[in-house]
């Protein structure tokens, strides 16, 4: 068989990187055809297939070492039936790892499909001008969207409210100010305004003082 692959068109037909096919060469588990005296390395058709092979168990869940396994299991095998004994005792057991894994990508799946029929549902009920919380608070929102459309520090969350409060009064006194008296930060100034009787009196608040005092 003719060794007429290179290291990328392995990397391109099974979707790993280059890098990656060298660290499982390193690891043993994969080993060019021929390797040139300038370092480069071909592979045949067999070599692709064992790292197709390698690259689902992978993505299945299986570890290196267990993949090295899988990979020697030939070694010492005098007759076919001794393959085939060992051949079944390794595998019983990664088919049910499987099958759980299988189970869990549907139920993933499952979820991912309700969560954007709820999403929808909800939008073109309501509007999509609500806060995203309103979409987590719905009682049969999918765990995934209850997860991912809450946020620390929003207003539908009652032990926020302080904050949400204070932003609002902060943005509404900048408005009453006007742009070139709005000096003070925002959060300092919803704190200040209650600490002076005389807003004249404060340096930070006398250009609004002036303005009131004209009206």
Partial sequence: MSADLSSGDLARATGNTVRTIRFYEEEGLLRPAEVSDGGHR??????????????????????????????????????????????????????????????????????????????????????????????????????????LARQEGCCKHPEHHHVHDAAIEAAAAARTLGAGDAQVPLPGLAVAVPQHDDPAADPQLRPAAKRGAGL
């Avoid at 290196?64 to 079944?88: D, K, Y």
């Avoid at 390794?90 to 189970?103: D, F, T, W």
């Avoid at 499952?110 to 987590?136: F, H, M, N, T, Y």
């Fill in 42 to 147: 071909r592979y045949t058709e067999d070599e692709l297939e064992r790292l197709r092979l390698i690259t689902d168990l992978r993505e299945l869940g299986l570890a290196l070492g267990e993949i090295r396994t899988l990979l020697e299991l030939r070694s010492g095998c005098v007759t076919a039936a001794e393959f085939a004994i060992r051949f079944q005792q390794v595998l019983a057991g990664h088919l049910e790892q499987a099958q759980r894994r299988l189970e869990r990508m549907r139920r993933v799946k499952k979820e991912l499909l309700d969560a954007l029929a709820s999403i929808q549902e909800r939008l073109s009920s309501e509007g999509a001008e609500q806060c995203p919380c309103a979409v987590a608070e719905a009682a049969r929102a999918p765990r995934i969207v209850k997860v």
